[in-house]
């Protein structure tokens, strides 16, 4: 009863390859974010989906980009992988986006590897 | 810029010994707080949310308190165990998005 899935868990890819990262739910949640986590530092927030408008973070690369084509999913596509993006990617979704009771649940994570 | 900030960043402690964990943010205008458990190379579990106006929460062995005046929370982990071994991380929710601390990784030793 996975209720946020994402696939890989693992991906290595090679500097300069593009990657997508995948990011399935199953709560019907409206709100869907991504977020970088590199080792021993704190999840950064990347952008987040509310229903289809996408929200960018100021400080976000223009080498990282998102799709949502549906409620259910959500892609991370890095277009021009560097060994700086190297990291944890973890996706969250939400369903009451700003509220006082707002949680988020997350995924397991896909761990990159650039080579 | 909200700035969250986890002190100490490790902990080891015997089996039995109660925890506490600190958190601290710079700006108190915030939704509420929550702390998550990540366990080594996972996701995020939510252990407990603190909305804006209360001052704590608890689930079984775990209490979180929030002051959000002096933008300090703490984390009390009763009697720990080595299944409490895990990274430890506080978060804001504030200006729509959450925004994390770094975490304390706690050693509980059997």
């Known amino acids: 009863d996975a209720m946020v899935i994402q696939n890989p868990r693992y991906q290595v890819t090679q500097f300069g390859k593009p990657v997508t990262l995948s990011c399935s739910q199953t709560?019907?949640?409206?709100?869907m974010y991504w977020y970088q986590q590199k080792s021993s530092q704190a999840p950064k927030l990347l952008f987040h989906y509310y229903d289809k408008d996408f929200n960018n973070e100021a400080d976000t690369p223009d080498n990282f980009q998102s799709r949502r084509p549906n409620t259910s999913f959500c892609f991370l596509d890095i277009r021009s992988p560097g060994l700086g993006d190297a990291a944890m990617y973890l996706c969250?979704?939400?369903?009451?986006?700003?509220?006082?009771?707002?949680?988020?649940?997350f995924g397991p994570g896909t761990r990159l590897t650039v080579l | 810029k909200q700035e969250v900030t986890q002190i100490p960043a490790a902990l080891s402690v015997p089996e039995g010994e109660n925890l506490v964990l600190n958190c601290s943010f710079t700006?108190?205008?915030?939704?509420?707080l929550q702390w998550f458990r990540q366990d080594p190379g996972k996701g995020l579990t939510s252990l407990l949310l603190i909305q804006s106006s209360q001052r704590e929460q608890t689930s079984g062995r775990l209490n979180a308190s929030l002051d959000k005046s002096s933008g300090r929370s703490t984390l009390y982990i009763a009697a720990s165990q080595p299944g409490d071994s895990a990274t430890y991380l506080c978060?804001?929710?504030?200006?729509?998005?959450?925004?994390f601390g770094a975490g304390t990784t706690v050693t509980v030793r059997a």
């Open positions: 969250a979704t939400s369903s009451n986006f700003g509220q006082l009771t707002d949680t988020q649940y």
């Open positions: 978060a804001v929710f504030h200006d729509y998005k959450l925004s």
């Open positions: 709560l019907n949640h409206n709100v």
């Open positions: 700006d108190s205008a915030i939704y509420n």
